[in-house]
């Protein structure tokens, strides 16, 4: 490593070729699988989003949307022209985490090990395979840590502003670098108080202390003018996303939170779990690693704060993946250079991962699958749940047909409705769901028959304002897998009995 002025160690050279050749390579591999089985629930509740631009929504800000509708422009709507840019985020994720490894001193053989790593993780390779707000939010909160490495080691506060952008682009599409920004500031401080007594920070000149503050006061004005749009339109609408958090916290449950390790290690990849505790032991032993020590103290930090919140296992990942980046060099050291003993390991992570996370499997096999990543199943079946419920919507009298409502319980069967129903001359598919609900409700006049989809949860919940409704159909994916569909009844009920402007409001759900 290059010695800096300040006696603190540089970077190495980057491995530029053989990292790009791993990023590369994880592009092809999820472009090529992309179309294998369908839609996920989520992309088809994006590309309707993406129809209805806005500065927010009720349950994510307005980027992901965005992408959806701007990778469909390029590449066409299909599976294949959706996952385009996640495959492409994928392969920068895999930049980034080397570059991570480079900055905490690895070398080549580290580096590399670093991207091999990254690209062999499920929770890569599914978030890649997929649009998500998850796809997004990893590279972005990757190259957020990336600068903060950056700011930690060389002290230059030019990378402030850098680091104020990056983070108002994250908010523009998830607001969980949040809870990271607060983990890194909490293990920031407890290194803080453990390296400097309180007295010596009390004779540090105020001058000193007043110029420390400009950088993040600047950085903090720059997220909050990049992400206004959003924050304004979230403040002016009562903060629905803190409203959706609760709700998702509360379906979690306890069962969420004791399953919480399991599923959070299991997510990453068990097998890379030895890769992160040599980095973790690195970051708290090596002095010349001091100056990142944050780094391992906010990811158990993190990790409690998303316990505590009733969060995701997932949301903590990306510093895990930092964490990894920085055992990188030691394993490759021990390994003396050799890729006989690394290859095998990295083969058997990527195989395992490649069977929970992408769509290596025939369709009839993924109820297996699906029993480990329940984004599989939600893959499936959507064409047919379309033909399905069309034969449904045939069976209203052609007279009646004019003033009738259709009418879904979420967002993924609105979502494929809009997206498959008018090849078979169905109309607009409403809903109360999440942001379908600011796109409702149905126009008054509409007092026809009103068509149901509903979830087979066994509470009819749906047709409590209606009446006289029966079941004229049930969804079955082909394949007995059991996703929310699967099972879900379609019931045809008389016309409301009050407008639907007086109604909408207790269809609104979350």
């Not at 607060?182 to 007295?199: D, M, T």
């Not at 202390?209 to 600047?218: D, E, K, Q, Y």
């Not at 990527?350 to 990543?373: G, K, Q, R, W």
């Not at 989809?453 to 304002?465: F, K, N, S, T, Y």
């Amino acid at each position: 490593m290059d010695i800096r002025g300040d006696g603190r160690l540089g970077p190495r050279p980057f491995a530029g070729r053989p990292v790009a050749a791993v990023a590369g390579g994880l592009a092809v591999v999820l472009i090529a699988l992309s179309a294998r089985y369908g839609f996920h629930r989520d992309e088809l509740y994006f590309l309707l989003a993406g129809r209805h631009p806005a500065r927010g929504y009720v349950d994510q800000p307005p980027l992901t949307p965005l992408l959806a509708r701007a990778g469909t422009a390029v590449f066409g709507v299909s599976p294949t022209g959706l996952r385009v840019i996640p495959a492409l985020l994928a392969a920068w994720t895999v930049v980034l985490t080397a570059l991570l490894a480079r900055e905490l001193g690895a070398g080549r053989g580290g580096q590399i090990l670093a991207a091999a790593c990254c690209a062999c993780s499920g929770y890569v390779l599914a978030i890649g395979h997929l649009l998500s707000t998850s796809t997004f939010d990893l590279t972005a909160q990757l190259a957020v840590l990336l600068v903060t490495l950056r700011l930690l080691r060389t002290r230059d506060g030019r990378w402030w502003p850098v680091l104020g952008v990056l983070v108002g682009v994250t908010l523009l599409n998830k607001q969980l670098v949040v809870s990271l920004l607060l983990a890194l500031f909490l293990a920031f401080g407890l290194e803080a108080l453990a390296g400097r007594p309180w007295r010596d920070l009390a004779r540090r000149p105020r001058q000193e202390s007043a110029r420390r503050l400009l950088g993040p006061l600047l950085a903090l004005l720059l997220a909050l003018l990049v992400s206004a749009p959003t924050l304004w339109w979230q403040a002016a609408n009562g903060w629905p996303e803190v409203k959706v958090a609760r709700v998702l916290s509360h379906v979690n449950g306890v069962s969420g939170r004791l399953l919480f390790l399991p599923l959070h290690l299991l997510q990453f990849s068990p097998i890379l779990v030895p890769v992160a505790i040599v980095g973790l032991r690195r970051l708290l032993r090596d002095e010349e690693l001091r100056w990142a020590r944050p780094l391992a103290l906010a990811y158990p930090l993190l990790c409690v704060l998303v316990l505590a919140g009733g969060g995701k296992p997932y949301y903590p990942l990306p510093l895990l993946l930092a964490v990894t980046a920085a055992g990188c060099e030691p394993v490759v050291r021990r390994a003396r250079r050799s890729w006989r003993t690394l290859t095998p390991f990295l083969l058997l992570a990527a195989a395992t991962s490649a069977l929970a996370a992408l769509p290596v499997l025939p369709v009839s096999a993924v109820a297996v699958t699906n029993a480990i990543d329940i984004d599989q199943g939600e893959q499936v079946g959507w064409p047919r749940f379309t033909r399905t419920v069309a034969a449904a919507w045939t069976a209203i009298p052609p007279a009646q047909r004019t003033h009738a409502v259709l009418l879904t319980s979420n967002y993924g069967e609105a979502g494929a409705l809009a997206r498959y129903g008018p090849a078979h001359g169905l109309p607009i598919a409403y809903s109360g769901h999440m942001s379908l609900y600011d796109w409702g409700p149905p126009p008054d006049g509409d007092d026809g028959p009103v068509l149901l989809v509903e979830q087979a949860d066994g509470r009819h919940r749906l047709r409590q304002p209606f009446a006289d409704c029966r079941t004229v159909g049930l969804i079955d994916n082909g394949y007995g897998i059991g996703n929310q569909e699967q099972h879900a009844e379609i019931a045809l009920c008389e016309g409301p009995h009050q407008p639907w402007s007086r109604l909408w409001p207790s269809l609104r759900q979350y």
